[in-house]
């Protein structure tokens, strides 16, 4: 097998000088990308709002709200379009309501391309094009256990292919496979009516743990690397004007179920100013256990800036991100939206506004969504996400009206 050397330009999906920087960085960072333009729209926020045809993403069980009988939906997101122009997600996601009693299966399958890389051989020359990718193909089942509230548990098959399918030698002997491995979710949503002199407003509660499952591997073994298991909880509020006129607001958190790696000589920090990380450490904390350490095991550290010392607790909140997103309807077919999402400085700083609007049919939807970073030479900048959406039950009755 001839021997390559891999010159790996890594593209971050952070945007923060490296001082104090210790962010959770979990293998296919794809899973965590928002998919569609309507929850994009409202600064990543969809875990609490509405049932929609992407739900599959934020939260399952909210399918088991949807009125029409099923549905498909296609989205399209060009990633770092600031920094590189063939990096993107394409996500699918379709359900089916088979009754109140029976429950609604959902599905969905994303592909996330890193566009294309040269391989280098030990000489110096490039001899081959790779076109590294992640895919997720997930199957899912949501019921209502009460008028107003539902669950939904998920199954995940995740795939890494950092090399077109073949194996490299990557150096000392060791050689570079495909990974993969499964995940599971469980999914909680609650949507209550509520009466009003001018409508009927919905008051409602998410809940959304994710992606819990093995670590992922590309060299049989010897290195695991967690992938993002996650907890999401939102509320959102929609209240009506009158009969045309509604406003949904909606806030979320997200704290990534992820180990945080610890330094081996304190504060010391490396020539680009990350911390010396004990890996032999990290590499043998299991997936549930990294799961339940992940909320009480941030090590703490000095901040420059201010000459204080940041305690373990105040960094474990610092892990947590937050969305807030408001969605404007008129006679539920015209829709603008507005977000902002959060993230703390030392772990990503990826804060950022959106803005979105859709159109809605009885037959197909367009959603589109725009972010607009607030933090300097942040890549996700100008980031635009497309979803275009089909009601089976209207495609079915207009067909038959043709008839």
């Excluded at 498909?72 to 993107?88: G, R, S």
């Excluded at 895919?135 to 899912?140: G, K, M, N, Q, Y």
């Excluded at 772990?347 to 609007?357: C, E, P, S, W």
Aim: aromatic share 14%.
């Amino acid at each position: 097998m001839k021997k390559i050397i891999f010159s790996v330009l890594t593209i971050s999906l952070f945007a923060v000088s490296t001082m104090a920087l210790n962010p959770v960085s979990p293998a296919m960072p794809s899973l965590t990308i928002a998919p569609d333009g309507r929850a994009a729209g409202m600064g990543d926020a969809g875990v609490a709002t509405s049932a929609d045809l992407n739900s599959q993403h934020w939260n399952p069980a909210k399918y088991a709200f949807m009125e029409s009988k099923g549905g498909i939906t296609v989205n399209y997101t060009p990633w770092l379009k600031k920094l590189v122009d063939d990096i993107n997600l394409a996500y699918i996601a379709g359900y089916y309501n088979m009754g109140d009693m029976a429950g609604t299966l959902s599905a969905s399958f994303s592909y996330f391309s890193m566009g294309t890389v040269s391989l280098i051989s030990s000489d110096g020359q490039e001899f081959a094009k790779a076109s590294p990718n992640e895919w997720a193909l997930d199957l899912a089942y949501s019921r209502k256990l009460h008028e107003y509230v539902s669950m939904a548990v998920a199954l995940r098959f995740l795939y890494s292919d950092l090399t077109n399918g073949a194996s490299f030698e990557i150096g000392q002997g060791e050689e570079l496979y495909p990974g993969w491995t499964m995940a599971a979710d469980v999914a909680l949503y609650y949507r209550q009516p509520i009466s009003l002199p001018m409508g009927e407003s919905y008051f409602g509660l998410g809940l959304n743990i994710s992606n819990l499952g093995g670590k992922i591997t590309h060299n049989e073994g010897r290195t695991q690397d967690f992938i993002p298991a996650n907890l999401r909880l939102g509320v959102s509020y929609e209240i009506p004007f009158d009969n045309y006129n509604r406003l949904m607001a909606t806030i979320e958190c997200n704290k990534m179920l992820v180990p945080t790696k610890y330094s081996k000589f304190g504060n010391m920090t490396d020539s680009i100013g990350l911390p010396y990380y004990d890996d032999d450490a990290y590499a043998n904390i299991s997936s549930p256990q990294g799961w339940w350490q992940s909320f009480n095991d941030a090590p703490g550290y000095y901040n420059e800036n201010t000459g204080k010392q940041v305690s373990s607790l105040a960094e474990e909140f610092q892990e947590v991100q937050w969305s807030a997103g408001l969605e404007y309807s008129y006679n539920r077919q015209f829709f603008g939206r507005i977000g902002y999402s959060h993230e703390n400085y030392y772990k990503g700083n990826r804060r950022y506004v959106t803005v979105g609007a859709g159109f809605h049919l009885s037959v197909f939807s367009l959603d589109f969504a725009y972010c607009v970073a607030t933090s300097s030479q942040n890549p996700l900048d100008g980031t635009m996400r497309f979803t275009l959406g089909f009601d089976l039950a209207g495609i079915k009755d207009l067909v038959n009206n043709q008839k």
